[in-house]
């Protein structure tokens, strides 16, 4: 697999809303949403809890129909749920009946539109990315979380899709294995050149992995700000304690801390949770 992926994949979001019934009334999650995935590139999108990323994300994917707006990929309207985009989250699964290796060239075999040698070759090569070579034939239950998310980063990653979207893959891991998952993601994004657009709700894992960062308001969500992270590749860990990057860090978080607050102010106990998450992390220091 070559770094052909980067030409492709240019997502342009134009004014979509969306609401949801709830009772009798309708409740609006996006509003007037616009944003741009450049191909290449990996955008982050970080927003208060239930600001509607994941909304997005099922946007973006297929699964669900904006109210008004439109979204195209290279040009394209997105229709339904396309092989052409994959997406990753927190409950993605790996098959327990297959071993790594089975579970990762399965996508392509079944699709049978390249050689299997060539799946093959790929397959090696993504385990060997993500630090999965020796665990090539064992299954699922006989990995941590953390090697499980790695080889569902690789199976998703082999096929190749025009636009990779990551739903807080990393949610639920503990600080260490998570921090190995971010440098283990950026080794197969740099290497790729996927089109990719990761949400989190992490602020350093959200610099740390962007080469744009996005920033939502609160629920009805939109995005408020575009930030280009311009941090050299490859990323490396001591880049967390730059100069540059608390900059990027303390304007991110201030805009995040007002939208926050406004959604407390509309009642929202998980902006509330992030609020006091922020002030403790400026006590911290
Ligand atoms: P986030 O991923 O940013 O936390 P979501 O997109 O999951 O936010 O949800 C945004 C809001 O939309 C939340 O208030 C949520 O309760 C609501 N919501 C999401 N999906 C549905 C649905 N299928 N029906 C009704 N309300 C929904
Ligand atoms: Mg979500």
């Known amino acids: 697999m070559e770094k052909s992926a980067g030409s492709v994949g240019k997502v342009v979001v134009d004014n979509i809303s969306k609401s949801y019934d709830v009772g009798r009334l309708k409740e609006p999650v996006l509003d007037r949403c616009c944003l741009t995935l450049p191909a290449g590139q990996l955008t982050v999108l970080i927003g208060p809890s239930g600001c509607g990323k994941s909304t997005l994300i099922n946007i973006l994917a297929g699964y669900e129909k904006p109210d008004s707006g439109s979204i195209t990929i290279d040009g394209a309207p997105v229709g339904g749920p396309s092989s052409d985009r994959l997406v990753v989250f927190q409950e ?16 392509p075999t079944v699709q049978r539109e390249r050689l299997r040698d060539e799946i093959e070759k790929d397959a090696a090569g993504l385990l060997e990315t993500v630090g999965l070579r020796e665990f090539r034939n064992k299954y699922p239950s006989q990995l941590s979380g953390g090697m499980q998310r790695r080889a569902e980063l690789a199976r998703a990653m082999i096929n190749q899709p025009r636009l990779m979207l990551l739903d807080e893959p990393f949610r639920g891991l503990d600080a260490m294995t998570r921090e190995l998952m971010q440098e283990y993601f950026l080794r197969l994004y740099e290497d790729k050149g996927q089109t990719s657009l990761f949400v989190t709700s992490e602020i350093d894992e959200a610099i740390f992995l962007a080469d744009t960062l996005l920033l939502m308001s609160a629920r009805p969500g939109r995005v408020i700000k575009s930030m280009p992270i311009t941090l050299p590749r490859p990323r490396v860990p001591s880049m967390l304690t730059s100069t540059e990057y608390l900059r990027y860090k303390e304007e991110a978080l201030d805009i995040l801390h007002e939208e926050a607050l406004k959604a407390f102010e509309g009642g929202s106990q998980a902006a509330a949770d992030f609020v006091e998450a922020y002030e403790e992390r400026e006590t911290v220091g």
């Open 92 to 107: 993605t699964a790996l098959f327990p009946w297959m071993t790594t290796f089975e579970n990762i060239v399965y996508g």
